[in-house]
């Protein structure tokens, strides 16, 4: 059983930076895709963006301009930054593994708020 | 609006059959992609519960399965239990949106 578990601040302020990380204890994370999808209150699941163990991304084009997907793998962890917050950002944020464009296994997610 | 079109909500009683649609178009279902499913119990992550079109993981019982059909695809449970109730959600990819989408959601409720 593969686990992730995403970690960050709760609330962020509009116009700033949101950071996440997600560790993956016990699958090396190189190899598979690592994707980070969110979920606004009420709404279906909306696809971010993947990262290859190989540092390769793709991004939804929507966020294209506001993303970068990362990848340490010496802590196997990856993580996601998104500028410009603004309050339709707000949403649970999920990481997950990703095969052949599907997400098999997710973290538990992180409800992020956008507040002054 | 989703490019995934589902039915908002289904319901049925228990030990009854359903299903739950997802209506794509020629840029994603209809162009060959797959369609995978996930169950969302009330608070927690989705899970995956159907993929590549009728495959289920490990654990997931047999009642339920999954068709695909020109533009669209269906879950299908069987034997409904009180522990399906749960938001229901198909997911495929876009060629025209270059990127992974998901339907609106179908909440199941067990009467």
């Known amino acids: 059983q593969v686990q992730l578990q995403e970690s960050g601040p709760g609330l962020v302020k509009p116009s700033e930076t949101l950071s996440l990380t997600c560790t993956v204890p016990?699958?090396?994370?190189?190899?598979?895709?690592w994707s980070w999808i969110r979920q606004p209150p009420g709404r279906e699941p909306e696809w971010i963006g993947y990262?290859?163990?190989?540092?390769?991304?793709n991004y939804s084009p929507s966020l294209k301009s506001r993303v970068t997907i990362s990848l340490d793998t010496s802590k196997n962890q990856f993580s996601l930054r998104l500028k410009s917050m603004t309050a339709a950002d707000t949403a649970v944020y999920y990481c997950?593994?990703?095969?052949?464009?599907?997400?098999?296994?997710w973290g538990q997610g992180i409800l992020v708020t956008v507040s002054s | 609006q989703s490019v995934l079109t589902q039915p908002p909500s289904v319901s049925g009683a228990a030990g009854q059959r359903v299903t739950i649609s997802c209506t794509g178009g020629?840029?994603?279902?209809?162009?060959?992609?797959?369609v995978h499913w996930y169950q969302q119990l009330a608070g927690t992550a989705p899970k995956l519960l159907i993929y590549?079109?009728?495959n289920r993981p490990s654990g997931v019982p047999d009642r339920i399965s999954g068709s695909k059909s020109g533009t669209s695809a269906s879950l299908a449970i069987t034997g409904l239990q009180a522990e399906d109730e749960a938001d229901y959600y198909c997911?495929?990819?876009?060629?025209?949106?270059?990127?992974?989408?998901f339907g609106g959601g179908t909440k199941l409720t067990v009467l």
């Open positions: 997911q495929s990819y876009d060629t025209s949106l270059n990127g992974v989408i």
């Open positions: 020629s840029s994603n279902i209809g162009a060959g992609f797959d």
């Open positions: 990262i290859y163990y190989s540092g390769s991304t």
């Open positions: 590549a079109n009728n």
């Open positions: 997950a593994r990703s095969i052949f464009l599907r997400f098999d296994y």
């Open positions: 016990g699958d090396p994370i190189s190899s598979h895709y």
